[in-house]
Antibody, heavy 122, light 110 residues
């Protein structure tokens, strides 16, 4: 069964770049019709969709984060990366990666990673 | 894009049924039948309960059901159980090819 595992630094300084990786197991990031996304949950708040990358390489971003976000896929490592630039304390959150299959399953995210906590602090 | 609107909290007694609402707009719920619902227990990853407004993935209890009317969607939980205590989120696909979540509803089982 498909598994996702987030990794990266747990502490990032303000104004720096947050970089996370989602390692995909038992499925290829190039598998047809799959979307690979990033979602976050700030402390005490709800889920926020950050963006996603389609198997074809097309990317889609939350308009509120678009100017700072880049999501990419490394087919040689079979992983998905998230880069968020110029972070502030409001970017402190649990970051999840997730997989969904688009319209065939109503864009429901049916596989989630365990999440990784990232704190933005000097 | 604006977050979908959910009540902050709901509560019910074991065995009861309750409904959580999710209000959107003509740019998301009102335009697409791509509404999903998630159950989120603290410290765990969210779990997909419903997609396509009312379809349950394999393994999800029949006690969870979804519906939609206009730009609003609902999740109904029947036969409430203690293990249902969690935060529930709705989500929708949007006209700009993004996903948007609701603010979440904390369900308390009395």
């Amino acid at each position: 069964q498909l598994q996702l595992l987030e990794s990266g630094p747990g502490l990032v300084k303000p104004s720096e770049t947050l970089s996370l990786t989602c390692t995909v197991s038992r499925e290829s990031v190039r598998s047809s019709s799959y979307y690979w996304g990033w979602i976050r949950q700030p402390p005490g708040k709800g889920l926020e969709w950050i963006g996603s990358i389609y198997y074809s390489g097309n990317t889609y971003y939350n308009p509120s984060l678009k100017s700072r976000v880049t999501i990419s896929a490394d087919t040689s490592k079979n992983d998905i990366s998230l880069r968020l630039t110029s972070v502030t304390v409001t970017d402190t959150a649990v970051y999840y990666c997730g997989q969904y299959r688009g319209p065939s399953t109503g864009y429901g995210i049916d596989v989630w990673g365990q999440g990784i906590t990232v704190i933005v602090s000097s | 894009q604006s977050a979908l609107t959910q009540p902050a909290s709901v509560s019910g007694s074991p065995g009861q049924s309750l409904t959580i609402s999710c209000s959107g707009s003509s740019s998301d719920i009102g335009l697409y039948n791509f509404v999903s619902w998630y159950q989120h227990h603290p410290g765990q990853a969210p779990k997909l309960l419903i997609y396509d407004v009312s379809t349950r993935p394999p393994g999800v209890s029949f006690r969870f059901s979804g519906s939609k009317s206009g730009s609003s969607a609902s999740l109904t939980i029947s036969g409430l159980q203690a293990e249902d205590e969690a935060v529930y989120y709705c989500s929708s696909y949007t006209t700009i090819s993004t996903l948007v979540f609701g603010g979440g509803t904390k369900l308390t089982v009395l």
